[in-house]
Antibody, heavy 121, light 110 residues
Framework: QVQLQESGPGLVKPSETLSLTCSVS????????WSWIRQPPGKGLEWIGY???????SYNPSLKSRITMSVDSSTNQLSLKLTSVTAADSAIYFC???????????????WGQGTRVTVSS | QSALTQPASVSGSPGQSITISCTGT?????????VSWYQQNPGKAPRPIIY???KRPSGVSDRFSGSKSGNTASLTISGLQAEDEADYYC??????????FGGGTMVAVL
């Protein structure tokens, strides 16, 4: 049973860069697709983007200019960087694994517990 | 890419059936069967309950069922139970590597 654990600073100042890590245990980074999802306080889920174990990425168009995702197979970790943060980026950030078969990915079958990030000076 | 449209809340009495709609466009829900549904309890990570519009992951109660017609996907909960009280989100592929969530629906068991 794969387990995911997000980590990062709980507090980030406006205009700075948010950096998060997702540690994967009980399974391998490859050959999977991984995603980051966030949820502002009291609001719904927002898909941030995905990364394939090879490094191929796809990002939410509304965040694309500020996002960088990467994967490190040697440490079984994923990372998310979000630049120029504002209060609107305050949220719980989740990492999740796509369940894929054939030529398509169908759903997220494993989730981390999430890490809360607050953007404030 | 706009969020899929879900009702803000749906309620029902124990034992009843309720249906949550998820309306997209011909570019997302209407073009792909890659619609999944998630249940989220307060303070918890979401849990998948439906994938590919109609299929249930292993271990999910058969009281949950999904369907899709045109640009709208639906989740039906039959035999509503107190433990079903939670937030529910739909999620769909929108082409070109982009995915989109619905706004979420709060289910209340009266």
């Amino acid at each position: 049973q794969v387990q995911l654990q997000e980590s990062g600073p709980g507090l980030v100042k406006p205009s700075e860069t948010l950096s998060l890590t997702c540690s994967v245990s009980g399974g391998s980074i490859s050959p999977n697709y991984w995603s980051w999802i966030r949820q502002p306080p009291g609001k719904g889920l927002e898909w941030i983007g995905y990364i394939y174990y090879s490094g191929t990425t796809s990002y939410n168009p509304s965040l694309k200019s500020r996002i960088t995702m990467s994967v490190d197979s040697s440490t079984n970790q994923l990372s998310l960087k979000l630049t120029s943060v504002t209060a609107a980026d305050s949220a719980i950030y989740f990492c999740a694994r796509y369940h894929c078969s054939g030529n398509a990915c169908q759903y997220f079958d494993s989730w981390g517990q999430g890490t809360r990030v607050t953007v404030s000076s | 890419q706009s969020a899929l449209t879900q009702p803000a809340s749906v309620s029902g009495s124990p034992g009843q059936s309720i249906t949550i709609s998820c309306t997209g466009t011909s570019s997302d829900v209407g073009s792909y069967d890659l619609v999944s549904w998630y249940q989220q309890n307060p303070g918890k990570a979401p849990r998948p309950i439906i994938y590919e519009a109609t299929k249930r992951p292993s271990g999910v109660s058969d009281r949950f069922s999904g369907s899709k017609s045109g640009n709208t996907a639906s989740l039906t909960i039959s035999g509503l139970q107190a433990e079903d009280e939670a937030d529910y989100y739909c999620f769909s592929y929108a082409g070109s590597g982009i995915w989109v969530f619905g706004g979420g629906t709060m289910v209340a068991v009266l």
